[in-house]
């Protein structure tokens, strides 16, 4: 499978419908509207209103969205979140003609399923985390006190997020288990779950654009995944992203490509699914080796508010080309920007969230040096208030990551709202390394 080698998309969509309503589609719809195209979002949030079309609808709405998509004659869907994919979003648009940026529901499984996976990575001696499949609660519980030693519990299905728990002891991973398979907190996504080794290293997002044959990698990324500051508290759909990742070096990547991009695409076209869309392997990197944490099948969010400015100008083709299956010939050289992006989350995310919170300070945008991406956001009697945990991504760009952390920082301080917290430490771990 080569890397790079086809002729560049012919066609520039014009009309483009994105669909999702966090950071990444604000980063994702904007980007777009700043490359000429019109752009529809369904169904958005406060902030795409300010410049596109907001279109309401429940992403999940499958023929919903696909009128919406007739209706305001799109050339290109890119649909952002897992749950319309897996739901076959993207087989109901193109069995209607509509170009589409995403993989099948059938590809889509690969975030889906968990044990799927997994079983795949084994299938394709995929470097990853050892593993074991339960179905049986006490079964899952003797093998972890036979063990000894606490083990990662992950349920089997979607679950927002927080279908995984990384255990201190024994007992906190038999209180998962107990949580996800008799609880059922999760619902039937933890009817099965996967007991994995605990993976030590430094974690990176790493993005490739698939157009069903061939691929093109992005720069990597990192988020953060704990609420607070140093890596703790509870995990969460992610705090805060900077790109370029410089844990993901040359040598790191080339073996990332080798040894997991590759075999994957290859595999899930053998399997009679191949991969069109993004492919974003959550990758755990220990003394320069790559292990495969998780698959998603969409963008990361917060990270796609920070690859979007490296390739600003290109989007519109890349996307369509991925679509299309004629990704263009050669990557475009990328801007030399670094991105960071803090996430600004509602009182008590992840957990227990308040909503409907007025948000001062949207209008003053700093010199333009700042973008303040929306996500959980609404429109309230002529006012922005919060509507979900995770409020904004405010993303800036620089010649060096101080430079782009400075200026998202110090958009930051200019926006307040009831129960506001972020992390202080984005970027911390490259910048120490310098
Ligand atoms: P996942 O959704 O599988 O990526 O898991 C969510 C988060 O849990 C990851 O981003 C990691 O921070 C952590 N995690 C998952 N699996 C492991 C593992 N095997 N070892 C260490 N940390 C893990
Ligand atoms: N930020 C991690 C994710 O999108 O899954």
Not at 48 to 63: E, I, R, Y
Not at 101 to 121: D, V
Not at 271 to 286: I, K, N, Q
Not at 375 to 397: D, F, M, N, P
Request: glycine share 10%; proline share 6%.
């Amino acid at each position: 499978m080569a890397e790079l080698s086809s002729q560049p998309a012919s066609a520039s969509a014009s009309r483009v419908l994105v669909v999702g309503g966090g950071s990444r589609e604000h980063a994702i719809a904007h980007t777009l509207q700043g490359e000429g195209a019109t752009v529809f979002v369904a169904p958005g949030n406060a902030g795409t209103a300010s410049f596109a079309t907001n279109v309401a609808l429940s992403a999940t709405d499958l023929p919903a969205v696909v009128a919406a998509a007739k209706t305001h004659a799109v050339d290109l869907v890119v649909v952002g979140p897992e749950g319309p994919l897996v739901a076959g979003l993207a087989d109901a648009l193109r069995d209607a003609g509509i170009p589409t940026f995403g993989p099948s529901g059938a590809a889509a499984r690969l975030e889906a399923s968990k044990i799927f996976m997994k079983e795949f990575l084994a299938r394709h001696a995929i470097p990853t985390a050892a593993f074991a499949v339960f179905d049986d609660a006490a079964k899952a519980t003797a093998h972890l006190e036979q063990l000894g030693r606490p083990l990662v519990v992950k349920a089997d299905g979607l679950a927002a997020g927080k279908g995984v728990v990384v255990p201190k002891t024994v007992d906190e991973a038999v209180e998962a288990v107990k949580a996800f398979m008799i609880e059922r907190v999760h619902g039937e996504a933890g009817a099965r779950i996967v007991l994995e080794e605990f993976l030590p290293g430094e974690e990176a997002s790493f993005h490739v654009l698939c157009d069903g044959e061939r691929y093109v990698a992005l720069p990597a990324a990192q988020d953060h995944k704990r609420v607070r500051d140093l890596d703790e508290g509870p995990n969460t759909g992610g705090m805060g992203a900077y790109a370029p990742a410089p844990v993901v070096t040359e040598a790191v990547k080339a073996k990332v490509l080798a040894r997991v991009v590759e075999p994957t695409l290859k595999g899930m076209a053998a399997e009679g699914h191949p991969f069109r869309g993004v492919l974003f392997v959550g990758l755990m990197v220990e003394d320069g080796e790559p292990r495969v944490l998780e698959f998603n099948v969409r963008f990361g969010d917060p990270e796609t508010c920070v690859l979007m400015p490296i390739f600003r100008g290109h989007w519109r083709t890349l996307l369509l080309g991925a679509a299309t299956g004629a990704l263009p010939a050669e990557l475009p050289a990328p801007r030399p920007v670094h991105a960071l992006g803090v996430v600004m989350a509602a009182e008590g995310y992840p957990e227990k969230v308040t909503t409907g919170d007025a948000i001062d300070g949207l209008e003053d945008d700093a010199a333009g040096e700042a973008i303040v991406h929306h996500a959980g956001t609404r429109l309230h009697e002529g006012r922005v208030v919060t509507s979900g945990g995770r409020v904004l991504c405010v993303t800036a760009e620089g010649a060096t990551l101080e430079e782009a952390r400075d200026r998202a920082y110090a958009r930051v301080a200019t926006v307040r709202f009831r129960g506001e917290h972020h992390r202080s430490d984005i970027g911390a771990r490259a910048l120490v390394k310098r």
